[in-house]
Each structure stands twice: as structure tokens, then as C-alpha cells.
């Protein structure tokens, strides 16, 4: 586990609008690392991807999808299809 020296800050601006929404939305407390998530996502996909994937974050073409994960009789874990 890292410690906050390990940290680094991100700083950005978004709309008011957008800000009251995740406001109402995000459980207090999950935002950091949810936020941290996404980020790991999207820098997933590019590294994996190329540029490109910057292109289809702004444009709205990527997306993010719950898969659920079901486990079978043996308790193995199955992303369902």
C-alpha cells in the first residue's frame, strides 16, 4: 500500500453542474479512489490502444460497462457474457 509521499495531486476544473452532480452522486469517501480507477482505466486503454483512446474519451465514444462477475459451483469466477 502506498503512503500520501507517494501521492501526487490532480487538479481540474469542470462545470458546476457537473460538480453538484458527482456530489449527489458519489458516496462520500469513494471519490479518490473511484476517480483513481477511471484514471487507471483510460490510461489502461491508451497504453494498450494508442492515442487514439484520447480522441474517443473527449468524443464520447468510450465507454464504461459494468461486467458482472458470476461465480460458478466451484466459486470460480466468471465475467458473464
Known amino acids: 500500500m502506498s ?5 501526487a495531486h490532480i ?15 458519489i458516496p462520500w469517501g469513494t471519490r479518490t479512489e473511484m476517480f483513481c480507477r477511471v484514471l487507471e482505466m483510460i490510461i489502461e486503454a491508451i497504453e494498450n490502444h494508442g492515442v487514439v483512446m484520447v480522441g474517443a474519451v473527449i468524443s464520447g465514444q468510450m465507454k464504461l460497462i459494468y461486467v458482472e462477475e458470476i461465480n460458478d459451483a466451484a466459486g470460480k469466477s466468471n465475467k458473464a457474457s
Open 11 to 25: 487538479h481540474f476544473h469542470v462545470d458546476r453542474s457537473l460538480h453538484s452532480r458527482a456530489l449527489r452522486c
Open 3 to 7: 503512503t500520501n509521499d507517494d501521492k
